[in-house]
């Protein structure tokens, strides 16, 4: 390796892209090339840098195996970050594989928080803590135990474990000011201000407030979960201290649910369960009849949590061992909340990863964007594949709740 080489790599490392550029802007052998590629994503421009990435990886050739894989997980950390998450990651797995078999072990840990963080964004929570379970951080750079630590943090907020992530993000900033990466730092910083903004909404007794992470995780675990009954509209799911009953595949009986916690200890009237429920404007004699039936099947699914019985205009929730109902609604609320909760990490995404990550068609997400961006609340940059969307972060609002995790058990 050559010093010019050596001098742009070392700047890449300190989080100098122009000054590594000022090394081998002019150069297009295969070390140069991967130099160009990283530090043209350190500057955003990730169509140019996956090229140049990919340009290095063939000019390396089959006799650079280590080169080839370390292009390979450059490629997929461009993908990352430009929220190209279709990216196969059999490829990363097999760089991985290679970088282990001649002892580039800081490289193969790299690659490792990238598929990580990678199953963290389209919320496959366990393969993700499985991923980190199996790294131990210590021995590595700064850098890279600031990335460890983040991952954890992610994986912990969005269990709802606010002292860990806390913990989690406290090591992050230590190791992230150690490395003395200006981006580095700055991702750790956006990620602690999450815990000081409203994650939900508490409704009870008819009045609402915004409540931040620390208080969601109390209610769900603390000793007054057990004094109360929570409908978790972050979730679609209702428990006490005993037992959960999981609604999200059963919408109609959830919007129920919803509707009688948010006005325990009074009744509903039928016409305004027919009408949020079944989204009638005038609720006629089969929509009433619809309701009937309805109910029954929300008694039989709370079971021993709760009863549903019938009043004189409507129906009323009652708890059968909690002393209060009490609703947990996400900060923000609509018809594309979880697509904005992906787009206000003020990162640019592309349609398919959205699709990926909401579980949805992305057709059915393309029309959503559509529909956003006429109402000036996204906008898209870029034309054809290249075309990302992106939309400003919800200003004093933590959308953890927003994106898709596991009901707590």
Known sequence: MDALISAAARALAAGDPLGALDHV????????????????????????????????????????????????????????????????????????ATLDAYGDRVNAAHARYLAARRLLLIGRLDEAERKLAALDPRPFPPALRAAHELVVAGVALRRLRSGAARAALARAGRAAREAGIPALIAEVESASVALGKPAARMIAHGEEEPILLDEVEKLLTSNRAGGALIVDACRYAIRDANAAVALASRPVLFALARMLGEAWPDDVPRDALVARAFRAKRADESHRARLRVEIGRLRTALGTLASVSATTRGFALAPRHAREVVVLAPPVEGEHAALLAFLSDGQAWSSSALALVLGASQRTVQRSLDSLAAAGKVQPVGEGRARRWMTPPLAGFATALLLPSPFPS
């Open 25 to 96: 802007a002019l150069r297009d052998d295969a070390p140069a090339l991967a130099l160009r590629g990283i530090a043209m994503a350190q500057l955003g421009d990730f169509g140019r840098a996956k090229a140049l990435v990919r340009d290095a990886a063939r000019a390396f050739g089959a006799q650079h195996a280590v080169a080839r894989a370390r292009c390979v997980v450059a490629e997929a950390e461009i993908a990352l970050a430009s929220r190209d998450l279709a990216w196969p990651a059999k490829t990363l797995d097999a760089a991985t």
